[in-house]
């Protein structure tokens, strides 16, 4: 850590990073390579103390290529322990380690540095949220971790304000090297689509069956005789014999007609703005989208995302998330309404105001609220396993939205109430 330190100045904040990451028994080569990535980006950093800023995108991509290497080194860990009980430590570190390749933003490293920070803080909350009342270590190295990312704001804001500071006069960026990773090839072209019969051998299919059941008592003359060996309600024998029994003088084929349904092809993702309208659709294991220019008149549509997570910054109108799984949503501020519709396991994290969740036809449903969106409505329907996160200083507390309900007639009109669990 002493090179960390030499250029951020977070001594004493990284060395209770490392001793609360120890007590909690973070595994070592999580700690190792998390080590090792953020002396990457040291090394980057101390660089431009003595050379002069890279010309091209290239030179850049050289200069950063060993912090990138340890940065994914960092995700493939955290994707080959999705069974360890540390899983959501590891999602924090992967998810913003990312805030380490800050020297190659310009003009505001800060804010992209807080936006990685804000994406640690989603998985954080689950560490506390978990651990909050069985093991106080693990609160402590949440504190830690955090700190090191609002420490390097800070230390961001007060030097390096518009981006990284490059010697002009210092020695010039090396080119690229022989061994540089090439660029991936493009996939190829998807192939043809299928062929589909057209309506004229449609037709003389039809023909010919109709000409067939048209014979009458001729149809039957193709028909083979059956010995009496051959059948099984006078030769026991057969009843044991397992297995399909196959005409010895014909061969067996499928039927040449039978349809052939085409294969389903692959959505295209999309994060795009059509008019007024965010559309996020289809994504597939992306934990990094963030709709970063919300207005007011936006509203955001997010549809069929899997294993994703969805950041939306500023004041944006609403929020539909439609059939996703296992989707996170964290955002600022929304004047109308926020939806979820048709969906399993999503968590939305609130981080300013709302004034109304609903949640309809949904298996598992976390919504984490903030201090300013207490006052929200919930509207929930069809839906079960919901779960109401409340700040309680630093930490949460989590009170279930009932999902039995018990209705009585008083004379004039049906009375309903949440039913209280007994047992």
């Not at 309208?277 to 597939?284: A, C, I, S």
């Not at 779960?387 to 007639?409: A, C, S």
Request: hydrophobic residues 30%; neutral net charge; glycine residues 6%.
């Amino acid at each position: 850590w002493l090179s960390f330190t030499l250029v951020f100045g977070l001594g004493t904040i990284t060395r209770n990073y490392d001793r609360n990451s120890n007590q909690i028994l973070c595994p070592p080569a999580e700690c190792m390579s998390a080590k090792r990535c953020e002396r990457g980006g040291t090394v980057t950093q101390r660089q431009s103390c003595r050379l002069t800023a890279p010309e091209t995108q290239n030179e850049m991509g050289v200069l950063l290529k060993p912090m990138s290497d340890k940065m994914q080194a960092i995700q493939d860990f955290r994707e080959k322990n999705r069974g360890s009980k540390l899983f959501n430590h590891l999602s924090a570190v992967s998810e913003s380690v990312a805030a380490l390749g800050w020297v190659a933003v310009t003009p505001k490293p800060g804010p992209f540095v807080k936006e990685m920070n804000d994406a640690a803080t989603f998985y954080t909350n689950r560490v506390l949220k978990e651990f909050k009342e069985s093991d106080r270590r693990h609160v402590e190295w949440v504190k830690s971790f955090l700190r090191i990312w609002t420490e390097l704001q800070a230390y961001i804001k007060e030097y390096h304000i518009t981006g990284l500071s490059w010697n002009k006069s210092g020695l010039a960026t090396p080119g690229m090297s022989p061994g540089a990773c090439p660029l991936v090839p493009p996939p190829p072209p998807p192939g043809p689509p299928p062929l589909l019969q057209s309506e004229t051998a449609t037709d003389e299919g039809r023909s010919q069956l109709f000409a067939q059941l048209n014979q009458g008592e001729g149809i039957t003359r193709g028909l083979r005789h059956v010995a009496d060996d051959q059948k099984t309600h006078k030769n026991p024998n057969l009843r044991w014999q397992s297995g399909q029994v196959i005409s010895p003088s014909k061969t067996y084929a499928g039927s040449p007609t039978s349809p052939m349904s085409p294969p389903q092809q692959p959505r295209t993702p999309l994060l795009e703005l059509e008019g007024k309208k965010w559309r996020v659709e289809y994504q597939e294991n992306e934990r990094s989208l963030v709709i970063s220019e919300a207005e007011l008149k936006h509203v955001a549509y997010v549809y069929k995302c899997n294993n994703s997570m969805v950041k939306i910054q500023g004041k944006i109108n609403s929020i539909t998330i439609d059939s996703c799984k296992k989707l996170g949503l964290v955002f600022e501020n929304v004047v109308g309404i926020v939806e979820i519709i048709n969906s399993r396991n999503v968590e939305v994290q609130v981080m300013g105001k709302v004034p109304t969740i609903s949640i309809n036809k949904t298996e598992g449903c976390h919504i984490y609220l903030s201090e300013e969106s207490l006052g929200c409505e919930i509207i929930s329907a069809k839906s079960s396993e919901m779960n109401i996160l409340i700040p309680r200083g630093e930490d949460y507390k989590e009170y279930p939205v009932p999902e039995q309900f018990k209705t009585t007639w008083d004379g004039t009109k049906l009375c309903t109430e949440a039913a209280e669990n007994v047992g």
